[in-house]
Structures are given as structure tokens and as C-alpha cells.
């Protein structure tokens, strides 16, 4: 039986990537979407080799905040966890050989809240900066990031909230984010940070 069950999802997994890289902007070799929840503006979003998203991820990039260019890049070798939540309305970048957990959140946006007289649910989006994940990084489970950047070859913390940039090699935890620890390239080695 475990034979037939590989066989049937290898096909199913060549006939879903085949649809996908006739809707998407770019779908590349090798990588796969397991069962999405949702797939918004799917014109506007590129997918590298070898990428896996894992089941029940919504991925969005649609500009609504009236940006003129929108985009949502997923780089090679990179791993979605299940049931992440990722939309762009001007730009989210994930670079190479991102790994993510189940549940993360990364929007370069906000619901706007600025008019009390006005439910939430009825305000406008409003546009926060551009998110880049750096190649080699590791968001843990629950993370949110939020209209901030994060460097190359971090690591952020289980249910951390990233609204600030986080430079290259760091490691960073808490809500707000805060970095704990950075690698030190004269010494060889990770170092904690006095807070």
C-alpha cells in the first residue's frame, strides 16, 4: 500500500506543479505547494527551485495599498511550514534556504486603525516597509513579521514579533523582537548581547 500512496502523490504533486506554473509568475523546477489555502494575486508571485510549502499556506501578493509594483519571491531550496500566511501589497522577498515553521506570519502591511469612528475591519491597508528574509534563516513557529527585514543566516525566536530590522547573523527573540545573540566573525562565535 505505501508504494501505491508515494506513486499517486509523486503524480499528484507533478500535476499540481504543472497548474502552478501556469498561473504563477514563476514556479520552478523541483518545487512543490502542498494543498494551499489560498492563492491571491497569483500573477505576482515567483517561486524558485526546489522550494516546498507545506500544507495550508496562504500566499498573497496583491497591491492593495496602490502600490504601481507588487511582489511576492520565494527562493530557492527555501521551506514554507504548514499554515503560513504571507502577503505582499508592495514587496516581501524570501531569499535562499529560508527555513520557516508552521504558523508564521510575514506582511508588509497593516489594517489601518487610525480613524475611531471607523470599525477596523472598514479602514484602509496601509503600507509599511519592504520585508527581505535573508538567505539561510530560521523563523521558528508563531513568528510575525511585520513590515521590517531580517538578515542572512538568523535565527528568530518561537513566537517572536519582528517590526524592526535585524541585521545579518543575529539572533532575536521576544515581542517586539529583540537580539539576544550575534556571531562574531573574529572570534569564530556566537555571542550574547548585554540588553
Request: glycine share 10%; with cysteine.
Amino acid at each position: 500500500m505505501g508504494i501505491i500512496c508515494r506513486i499517486y502523490n509523486g503524480i499528484k504533486n507533478r500535476i499540481t506543479s504543472l497548474y502552478y506554473r501556469s498561473v504563477l509568475r514563476n514556479m520552478g523546477r523541483s518545487s512543490v505547494i502542498i494543498s494551499p489555502l489560498h492563492l491571491d494575486g497569483k500573477e505576482n508571485i515567483s517561486i524558485g527551485d526546489n522550494v516546498l510549502v507545506q500544507y495550508k499556506t496562504w500566499l498573497a501578493a496583491r497591491p492593495l495599498t496602490g502600490s504601481d509594483k507588487c511582489e511576492l519571491k520565494i527562493g530557492n531550496g527555501t521551506v514554507i511550514g504548514h499554515f503560513n500566511h504571507i502577503y505582499a501589497t508592495q514587496s516581501i522577498v524570501i531569499e535562499e534556504n529560508v527555513l520557516t515553521a508552521d504558523k508564521v506570519y510575514i506582511s508588509d502591511n497593516i489594517h489601518g486603525y487610525g480613524d475611531i469612528t471607523v470599525p477596523i475591519l472598514r479602514q484602509p491597508v496601509e503600507q509599511r516597509g519592504s520585508v527581505v528574509i535573508g538567505s539561510g534563516s530560521w523563523l521558528g513557529e508563531n513568528v510575525c513579521v511585520i513590515g521590517a527585514s531580517i538578515g542572512k543566516n538568523c535565527v528568530i525566536g518561537a513566537n517572536s514579533v519582528v517590526t524592526r530590522d535585524i541585521p545579518d547573523y543575529c539572533v532575536a527573540v521576544g515581542a517586539p523582537a529583540k537580539i539576544i545573540k550575534k556571531f562574531n566573525r573574529n572570534t569564530g562565535k556566537w555571542e550574547k548581547i548585554s540588553l
